[in-house]
């Protein structure tokens, strides 16, 4: 069918792609002309056919709830716009309320799969009324995996569900990671273990732990033994941090997730103001001499 | 080849078996004897023709120990025993030592894959000298998952190396359990959520956090949706204890795996000692109301 | 001085009464007539001689945003209120603007001391003008502790600054008392231990670990040897998780913060189902037994 | 009364002087020549009147078990031995023993209070036998602080007890450490507030979380604002690390403590190596850049 896309970044533009080669005709805007179909937001909405239906793919918050707002101006009542990116769930109602005053219908979809996307497929959340999501279905099939659809698509209820699982999805991820990451180095620090990445490999078939991301940290071993050339330095991009702020609203215990959180805080400081007041703490009990900083 | 297999238990059992189907000739000793196919320890060792290799799965500890030290008795120099029980690490070099002096070989391994393994194989992390490990191939080549050798099996390192790396894959275990956890109460918690399965379900394609685990999940929820039949309390066997023991040995950090340990601690308590002392002090400083035990 | 209090619940009665022990003339209004001076906000207004001084000691909320509307309406220009109730500090900017466009100061209170502030004094962190915060020194004067002024009083910073502070105080406040509370489990566990009240008791002077909330301990330790009366469910009264998503805004890792509020979540669950969910997933790959729920 | 102590270092030198302050004849060993009042052990022995009471303050560990074994040669029956070190409890049994085949008694004490011992007086937790305890009574009297009795001093029960209860201690106050740190680290992330160590301060009287450690940091921080001259690389002098095991031996949870052990850890990483494997894997699935270790 045929869609328009706006915002083809890292994500959009690996996804303009394989919708493409699915057969689908899509329109892509963004401000970068050189990859930019159309020139602009109100030149997208003219070269699609009534009703549209147009996928959102840009940064999440502001820029998102502009995007929204300005395809509210363009399109029309019995149009559709999707919101794939990673905007927090509580933006979704908003965003559908502001489209619906248009009769436009809204769709949110969190989408995971990052790089690998293109070629594996998209595993996808999506929220919305039944009838907004089956007029959208062809598209979410050709992004979704191969395989059986409820392994890789999920309808997971109203407006805003789609972008919560998602969310949910981000906050086990970083626990995830933790997790593999604190034996990793229990691996690396253990004289009896000869090499950690044949270990990590090794769990790629018949283990507990295998995963996807357990062969990624093995690749990632493999390309770099030691990890010597990478920092712990690591950002976050907001879902972890929603993740635990809703688990606070819902009285939901998270602390594996909220630990992998603040472990990712304190990577980004250069010392932590917490263990400096504990050393200065234990030097003023007990003698105990503290190193300078430098 | 020909082995002797003491301990036919859950693992065990399925171990011959799956032995057998590879053209092993297995001879299992069990203190049950309606499974067992000889009677005694000696009897196994009689019934084999040296150089003998011996597997022991035995329950960890003081029983994995003592059938060692018995093995030492009925076996002669040049064979071999590998213990593929759930010892710790700590164990392995003893074991090793108390065979030694009589000639006998030793090899740890770590068996990950509980009751999939007969029909999925069993991912294996074995420890000991080369030529041992070598000796033992080809029933390592049964036992194991098919496909790439190194995505099921890895030669760790010395004596202990199978098994400690075994306890660091448990310790993450503990850790992926506790983090999809967390994740399946929050999306049960929120109303917007239509079927927290149908959600982990389809996160088994294309998404970041598709795991073996993910998909046990989706399983269990499918058969008891909410889980209301399973209560929360949980054992632990030992390696998440002895994880979190050797990371402090080894200085290394380990709050999610060591978290989710306590968990389970707390999973199977009436109630928590360290809550009542909470409630206690706050009903002191602020006289706010405590609810009576029952 | 004089001054008007709004809200006589546990904190706002013993509060009017150290005031006035202390000298001052406070009328207090309650909706509660039998223990209200004046029958109406308005007769509040009344009865006090510009320009006034206002203290709101009411739930934390949509209650104290009411009543400083309700003020707004009642005061005049050159009038102050004081919040002293455990208002989020974001609560602070929005009723000082409300009250500013009348001409009316602004001062943010937190209080710590709880029952016990009638006798020993409540602990003041302040938030506002130095102007402002000046004219209510008197007041601050009679309800702090006796010793020096900075032992027991501070002026934080702007308005919002003083229940920032006691925000941080509460969130502290949750570590201590899970530090000693893991403590006492570990002593109550072990049978070296005689008598952990014995223990806790003895701490109180010459330790490091010596406090208030150490002596609390062990007063409800005495009063009640085992906690065989309490249950160990733990509300919480809001600054412990508000405390946690400033953290997460701040971009500060507060594990031991975070840690002791997801523990009052869990203690007031029947059973978690975090731990239902590892139960199963244990039980899917490794034949575990589980408990039946009841 | 007449007693020996071996060990003059930070804690026993200062306990020498308190105590011959109180009025006890001391007579102190160590290694140091220039600071002891006897050259040797035997020495030691011989100055001292049958029956004898000597008090062991050397590191914990080999030196400690290693002078226990000396004593064991110079002393005789009836004499009593109190090991007043950081010994881990679990030693306690065996120096018991092998001081009780020669007749010796021996009693171990935990001993808080570290520099500020010999003016405030040290807060004492002992094991061993009532008979050994009251004997050394008028010892634990001058070093304990003034005041009653049981605020400063336990006999917590049999051998070992003693070193168990101040363990726990050591553990409790890991993590008081590292609650008021993160709350530091709060009030110095948030520019409301004008200076973290005048809100510290104040909550030295009044306030819920009023304690030793929190005047100690006020005064830490008052000597070093923004503690720049510090560095968070903390050491851990084994109590924490036993704490953990201990828990974990007795199926206790403690994640405050267990988190604020590996915050010590962490402190002392140049990197994270798990934080390196996080930012890896991140880079893996989502092609998020990476920071360069330089």
Redesign the interface.
Known sequence: MQLGLVGLG?MGFNMRERLRRGGHEVIGYDTRAEISDVSTLTALAESLSAPRIVWVMVPSGAITTETIRSLADVLSAGDLVIDGGNSR?TDDLPHAELLGKKGIGYVDAGV??????LT??????V?GSDEDVARAMPIFDTL??E??L?????H???V??GH??KM??????Y????????????????D????PQ??I??????????????Q??A???KE?PG?????????DSGEG?W??????R???????????????????QD??????????????????S?????
Chains 1, 2, 3, 4 share one sequence.
Request: glycine share 14%; aromatic share 10%.
């Open positions: 890292k769930y995971s799969g990052g790089v690998w996307g594996e497929g998209y595993g996808l959340m929220g979704r995996p395989g059986a409820e392994d890789g698509f999920v997971a209820g109203p805003g569900a919560f699982t949910v999805h981000n906050g086990i991820e626990a995830l990671m933790t997790a593999y990451s604190e034996g990793y180095e229990m691996l690396a620090a253990e009896l273990v000869r090499d044949a270990v490999q090794a769990w790629s078939n018949g283990t507990v732990v295998r995963s996807w991301l357990q990624l940290l690749k990632a071993l770099d990890l010597g050339g990478i920092s712990g330095y690591t950002e941090r993740t635990v702020e809703e688990a606070i819902l009285r939901v215990p998270v602390p594996t997730i909220a630990g992998s959180l603040f472990d990712r805080f304190r990577s980004r010392d932590s103001p917490t263990m400096k007041a504990v050393a200065a703490l234990r030097n003023q009990f007990g003698g105990h503290v190193k300078s900083s430098q």
